[in-house]
């Protein structure tokens, strides 16, 4: 049944839009690098709650159950403007006993051209005591 579990997980891919906001570029117009990070936030956001639980992850954030970062590795291809609409694509690439390691790349919307990939770690943990979940027991619950 894990495995199953886990075949599942790997196939998903989900697609979530961005609109770029003013306060997310620097003085030229163009989105400060640190702010792609919360675009992909967004993109693991849109991920977990696209698996058709019964629960949204704000419901299992606020419930006591959080995905920490623990490892981001981006690599920049080009970048988007103020205006622009990114399209955010996200699916799993590993999932290890603590941890899930999810893939993102951004596009821009316009003209579909790739502006970042990511590889981002994150631990699940149970916030009140820090320790940390499996993480297939946890979709095995959350699905």
């Keep these: 049944m894990k495995d199953n579990l886990i075949k599942k997980l790997l196939k998903v891919k989900d697609s979530t839009s961005v ?6 570029t620097d003085a030229m117009g163009i989105v400060h690098f640190k702010n ?3 675009y992909f936030d967004d993109g693991f956001v849109s991920f977990m709650n ?3 639980s019964p629960k949204r992850i704000e419901d299992t954030v606020h ?3 959080v995905f920490g970062v623990k490892k981001v590795e981006i690599t920049y291809q080009g970048s988007a403007k103020f205006g622009d609409y990114v399209i955010v694509e996200t699916q799993i690439k590993k999932i290890g006993t603590s941890s899930i ?3 993102h790349e951004l596009f821009r919307e316009s003209d579909k051209t790739l502006i970042a990939s990511v590889e981002c770690v994150r631990l699940a943990m149970e916030l009140k005591t820090n320790r940390l979940l499996n993480v297939v027991d946890f979709f095995a619950n959350y699905l």
Aim: aromatic share 16%; glycine share 6%.
């Design 63 to 65: 419930e006591g159950t």
């Design 50 to 52: 696209s698996l058709l």
């Design 36 to 38: 792609y990070i919360v």
């Design 19 to 24: 609109k770029v906001r003013f306060n997310d």
């Design 101 to 103: 390691t999810f893939q």
